[in-house]
């Protein structure tokens, strides 16, 4: 689905993943879930484009619903796959603490987790190799996605800025649908390591030029990420 000028959303406002369009290739953020594979297919085919036009994918952070089809994109196409180095253990691996799931609705909560497991959840591969990034740095893939760090979500969590497409992706820095409730609107996202350090790390995009801040969970938000850390904390 066309977001944005060069952005392309995979699956919907349970799991989503990017697609980045430009002349010189396409950027791919994130990996949604192993079924969003197909989407992946679909939406080259409608651009007219193929795995061969990807030149890398580039994660928000370690999850499994963010990684869903990375290692057969890596071990079958050659894409490589770039994640910050606080996560590279939990893209390979899987390992992470737990966390407090916090509040639930039944109806919401059984939505996510069957659309997960109709996407093949349960079939996740983690990650043969990755390329570790830093905060700060400036990717050499279509766009010139630059990585800024937001811990929190993750250690390694990221929001990735493609200038090109005026938009910041944010993984699950933040969401507009909080996939165990399902109440909609801009708020912090469940299931994160340390909501203390994820609330600050809101404001390290604000001084980014966008007009799109894309989540991994919700609909697209159109807003300035000057924006973003008063709206959610007014939640």
Same mark, same amino acid.
């Given at each position: 689905?066309?977001?944005? #000028?060069?952005? *392309?959303?995979? /699956? ?5 993943? *990017? ?17 969003? &594979?197909?989407?992946?297919?679909l939406e080259l085919r409608? +651009? ?48 992470? #603490?737990?966390?407090?799931?916090? #509040?639930?609705?039944? /109806? ?6 069957? *659309? ?9 591969? *983690? ?19 630059v990585i800024v760090g937001? #811990?929190? $979500? ?19 820095? +933040?969401?507009?649908? $909080? ?32 007009? &799109?801040?894309?989540?991994? $969970?919700?609909?697209? &938000? ?14």
């Open positions: 689905m066309r977001i944005a #000028p060069h952005v *392309y959303r995979l /699956g919907n406002d349970l799991v989503a993943c *990017y697609l980045v369009d430009t002349p010189e290739g396409i950027t791919l953020i994130d990996a949604g879930l192993p079924g969003h &594979w197909r989407d992946l297919q409608s +651009l007219g484009k193929s795995v061969e036009d990807i030149r890398g994918l580039v994660l928000t952070h370690g999850d499994s619903d963010h990684i869903g089809f990375a290692e057969r994109l890596r071990s079958e196409c050659g894409v490589p796959v770039f994640v910050h180095a606080a996560d590279a253990v939990r893209a390979r691996t899987g390992k992470k #603490p737990k966390t407090p799931a916090g #509040p639930m609705r039944l /109806g919401p909560a059984l939505s996510f987790f069957g *659309y997960s497991l109709r996407k093949n959840a349960l079939r996740t591969r *983690y990650i043969g190799e990755v390329t570790e990034v830093e905060d700060g740095a400036v990717l050499d893939l279509p766009g010139k996605p937001m #811990p929190g $979500h993750s250690p390694g969590s990221v929001a990735v800025h493609v200038p090109l497409a005026d938009a910041v992706f944010v993984g699950d820095a +933040l969401t507009t649908r $909080h996939v165990l409730t399902g109440r909609s609107g801009p708020q912090p996202a469940p299931f994160t390591d340390d909501p203390a350090e994820a609330d600050l790390s809101l404001d390290r995009i604000a001084r980014l030029e966008a007009s &799109w801040v894309l989540p991994g $969970h919700g609909t697209p &938000w159109r807003v300035s990420p000057a924006e973003v850390g008063e709206k959610i904390r007014k939640v």
